[in-house]
């Protein structure tokens, strides 16, 4: 699958962009580096890439100046933040500006890896899913032209795909779609970014027992975290989270705050 998806790595590190490059290219991924926004900008103006990986903290430009010009280019290309915990703020206020995820330096192979695989699969299902259903819509189509041609169908009958038991998780008013990764709360079909989606499956499948910070971080995005820094991870993400599904994010009705612990769903 990697051979053929390209990374552009933007960081003013050398070190880093070095290391980091090896890491990709080593597991079959197209890499190209830019150690400025200028040489960002002459990348990016020949095309695409599949992802992303964005340095906050540069000599000419800050990361996040540079953030709304990589969206408007490209407003469906994945960015990755690239940070150092001190900047931890910056790069929450980064995925409120659209990128998609945030990695802590100092970089971890396996780490980086995994989210990297996390992110193309789902931009690559997110794809195949609106071609099928585009596909769908024309053979529905298609069916209706033959059956106003010879006078209706046959009566009482109707192909069914054998349910795969593995792809949704419920649990209460919640149904998660694990393929296609949304989220259906009752009647409502709910957007969530990859990571927001995430942190929902972790809370859905301990419902409703408590998760703690450090778990939610772990199992969510597959990294260890002191409990303090766990809990800051986890509080932007819980926030997307109530302001999607909770009619009211200060009084919610499904993701309570178990003091000292971490957060729990009740369904």
Known sequence: MSAAKSILIIDDEPNLRRSLALILQREGYSVTTAGNAHEANQCLEAGPYD???LDLKMPDINGLDLLPEIRELYPNMPVLILTAHA???SA??????????????PIEPDLILNRIEDVLSGQEGSRRRQEIVGEMQGLLSELGQID???GGGVPGTSITPP???????????????LHARYVRLGDEVVTLSPTTF??????????????????LVMESQGFTSSPAEARDIARWRIHE???????????????I????????LVT
């Open 241 to 255: 989270l109530r302001k999607a599904i909770e009619a009211d994010t200060k009084n919610p009705k499904y993701i």
């Open 92 to 105: 929450i206020d980064a995925v409120r500006k659209g990128a998609r995820d945030y990695l802590l330096k």
């Open 87 to 89: 900047s931890l703020d």
């Open 148 to 150: 106003r041609s010879v």
């Open 51 to 53: 992802l992303v990986f």
């Open 257 to 264: 705050t178990v003091r000292g612990i971490g957060y729990r």
């Open 163 to 177: 349910p795969d038991p593995t792809r949704l998780l419920r649990r209460g008013a919640f149904i998660l779609d």
């Open 198 to 215: 995430d942190y929902l499956v972790t809370l859905v499948r301990h419902s409703p027992d408590p998760v703690s910070y450090e778990h």
